[in-house]
């Protein structure tokens, strides 16, 4: 996550950087084969148990309904499209697919298709009535689908589709009449708007005509950015991204959580689901702001982007409950790292508040990432400053190896980060944070 802090460096505004990843799950580690778009598929998992004939005969009439509804967007074939609709729908429901369907005109997909879990049909006792209907039905369903030169494999999104059966017929009844039971539909960017894409040789920007001017400045950083990334961390993560720029803050929340503060970050990184198992992460995004991302500079972007970009090359190597000091302090280096600029104007509260008071006493806590204001800035430069250390005194390939063993250890103890520490870099915490007050007396002192 970018949050937005006015900095003047030679005249240039510089963004204050953190990258929270929003883990919903992530890529495989190879780059990506353009082809054509796969055939539309509806996946269902074999049946768990004695299912009866009605049920396999709808189960049947559904996947056909969503396989041609698939089939007819990769077509553009908007009356096949709208066919899989129910025609007697709320009029306001028929135009906002009508809409989707036209604002996904230039969007490449690679693929997109819809996965079936009949096993997880609501309870027909909560189901809206719906006049006329011979049946409704509520199966999980889930958008599969890739964006062609950006995305190594499918993601999967919820789409909370309640379907109703006409004259033997199944047709999508609504997207929004299931939310009051927990299934609610996932909204990408063709959901709000016409959709424009720009590409480059290392993945696409994914935004709306208004924002086309913001679009090509980070169009022309996202090559060199992502070589950047991999000149650090090297090249065994996919080395494609997508860039969303949403008009509004409704779309950016749909992108990266409702509840998320949308308002005070410049950037987020995201992702649908991570399996650092297999070092994969599916649907990563990097999102950033309609309000506040436009006044970036050229250098405050391209730091926002090498940040960003640093957490979706080493996102299938975290662990959720990794210590955020050394996850935000690596993604601050890689940003800042070839930008000439010296860490007591990137830090200038950290440098500040050494002139006052000293060094800091500890590494930032996990909790103090979670703070606003003065705190949440402090914790950011502080692990950026800790990063510098290590790659400054210990060598570039030790923090990238403290980052690759810490990252892997989770919700850790202090112990076993004293344990660690000592693994990679010969130093406990105690040692570790004396070198680092140390190294700050000498840079900034």
């Not at 850790?412 to 004293?418: G, N, R, Y």
């Amino acid at each position: 996550m970018a949050r937005f802090r006015a900095l003047l460096v030679a005249g240039v505004a510089i963004a204050l950087l953190g990258g929270l990843a929003l883990v919903a799950t992530q890529p495989t580690g190879h780059d990506v084969i353009e082809q054509a778009p796969a055939p539309a598929q509806v996946f269902t998992p074999p049946n768990q148990g004695a299912v009866a004939p009605q049920t396999d005969e709808r189960a049947v009439a559904v996947q056909s309904l969503l396989r041609a509804r698939a089939d007819a967007l990769h077509r553009r074939d908007e009356k096949a499209f709208m066919a899989s609709i129910d025609p007697k729908a709320e009029p306001a429901f028929r135009d906002a697919q009508l809409m989707l369907f036209r604002n996904l005109a230039n969007v490449p997909l690679r693929e997109w298709s819809y996965s079936v879990v009949t096993q997880r049909s609501l309870d027909p006792s909560v189901l809206p009535n719906v006049e006329g209907a011979q049946e409704l039905w509520a199966p999980e369903i889930d958008l599969v689908y890739a964006l062609r030169g950006a995305d190594p494999s499918p993601t999967r999104r919820p789409m909370g589709y309640l379907l109703v059966k006409r004259a033997n017929s199944w047709f999508i009844r609504s997207d929004t009449d299931l939310l009051g039971v927990g299934r609610r539909t996932w909204r990408g960017p063709w959901d709000f708007g016409p959709c424009l894409v720009i590409t480059t040789g290392r993945g696409l920007v994914l935004t709306h005509p208004a924002r086309e001017a913001m679009a090509r400045r980070v169009a022309a950083e996202i090559d060199s950015a992502v070589n950047a990334v991999s000149s650090v961390w090297g090249t065994d993560w996919p080395q494609q991204v997508v860039v969303v720029l949403p008009d509004s803050s409704d779309e950016m929340r749909a992108m990266v959580g409702s509840n998320f503060p949308v308002e005070s970050v410049v950037a987020v990184s995201v992702a649908d689901r991570v399996d650092t198992d297999k070092n994969s992460a599916e649907g990563q995004r990097v999102v950033m702001s309609p309000t506040s991302a436009d006044a970036l500079s050229v250098t405050a972007l391209r730091i926002v982007l090498r940040h960003e970009f640093t957490h979706i090359a080493a996102r299938g190597s975290t662990v959720d409950g990794s210590p955020m000091w050394l996850l935000e302090g690596f993604a601050d280096y890689v940003g800042y790292r070839d930008s000439g600029i010296p860490l007591g104007q990137a830090a200038p509260d950290l440098n500040a508040s050494m002139l006052t008071t000293g060094p800091p006493s500890r590494l930032p806590s996990d909790e103090e990432f979670r703070a606003q204001g003065r705190t949440l800035d402090m914790a950011y430069q502080q692990s950026f400053s800790v990063a510098r250390f290590v790659a400054e005194r210990l060598g570039e390939p030790k923090l990238i190896e403290l980052y690759q063993v810490l990252a892997k250890a989770g919700r850790a103890s202090p112990e076993e980060i004293d344990d660690l520490l000592v693994s990679v870099v010969g130093l406990n915490r105690e040692q570790f944070v004396a070198g680092w007050q140390e190294y700050l007396r000498e840079t900034l002192g």
